[in-house]
């Protein structure tokens, strides 16, 4: 019987970036996923936003994320031959207050941030194609074609025979416990994204899956790849195609486009662009875990068990650096910190 190191249930962002650091560290690695088309990854801007939220505050770990992520797609383009899924990106963030422009002033004068600044915080291109705020302000940020990366690691996969595309039910564990595809393995990696929440495997792990919805716009005339953070996200696509959203749904009944989502977008559409036309509706559910932050480590008795999950909204800069320190824990037993550590939801097993 083969005998290989790591199954890999799952292959959107976190699947992808963990098959490819186990087999940039020479482990024997296969996938197993069925090709869903509606994966959060799948519909995703891939936006790297280094300072994010209301009060203008750094994206966690940033500062080690951001160059680590651009070497590793740009090392990930190499390996498969394709062309850039990264790209650097100026960010225009519309601020609607003298409050919140002084607060943005007092924020990106600190000490350290000075290099996710930028000077370019005019409209320019903007003008005739938004409703403005009060003021802007400009970001370096990047931009990751997610939805291309996953295909590509995905043919990557397949032409060296290391992707099952079939699903796995956690319910076949019990008869998988030494082989699994007629293949022996030393360890299972669950990276099921939003699904991880009914995997009674990782039943104390406090899943807050949040469903998005987002429109693909045709804005006429808009010619530009800078990202606006408006009351909404507007990323370039191609051509004069624009993504717009994305809205936050919790305990969704489904993962499908909704006539209230809908609604939603279009409101704060109405109030951030004049002229457009909406030729995409689309959603997911993001894996968000209640504390905002993702979930790796070690089943507490299954020890062939593993998790990598919980990426949320910040995949795209946090998911590179993350799988690397979730490969160092499988094979040099390097420690994961408190913030990710599985263990953070349990009490010590003796």
Known sequence: MTTIDYFIIGQGLAGSLVALELLARGQKVMVIDPGHQNSSSDIAAGIINPITGRRFVKSWR?????????????????????????????????????????????????????????????????????????????????????????????????????????????????????????????????????????????????????KGEIFHLRIPGLKTKRILKHNMILAHLEDEVFWFGANYEWNAENDSPSEIGSKFLQKKLDRMIPNY???????????????????????????????????????????????????????????LSREIDLNRFFQAIV
């Open 277 to 335: 036309e909406i030729v995409g509706h689309r959603a997911a559910t993001r894996p968000t875990i209640r504390d905002r932050r993702p979930v790796l480590g070690q089943h507490q008795l299954l020890k062939t068990c593993f998790i990598f999950n919980g990426l949320g909204t910040k995949g795209a800069s946090l998911g590179p650096l993350l799988a690397k320190e979730f490969v160092d824990f499988l094979l040099l037993r390097t420690p």
């Open 62 to 210: 940033i500062d080690e994320a951001l160059p680590f992520a651009k070497r590793r797609y740009q090392e990930v383009s190499s390996l498969i031959h394709s062309k850039p899924f990264y790209r650097e990106r100026k960010i225009l963030r519309v601020l609607f207050s003298a409050g919140e422009e002084n607060e943005w002033l007092s924020r990106t004068s600190q000490e350290g941030w000075s290099k996710y600044v930028s000077e370019e915080s005019d409209l320019g291109e903007f003008k005739d194609h938004i409703f403005p705020g009060f003021s802007q302000g400009g970001l370096h940020g990047a931009q990751v074609d997610l939805p291309r990366f996953i295909r590509s690691v995905r043919d990557y996969l397949k032409g060296k025979g290391l992707l099952i595309e079939e699903s796995f039910d956690p319910k076949q564990l019990p008869e998988a416990r030494e082989q699994l595809f007629g293949k022996a393995y030393r360890g299972l990696i669950f990276c099921e994204g939003a699904k991880g929440k009914n995997n009674p495997l990782w039943s104390g792990v406090q899943f807050d899956p949040a």
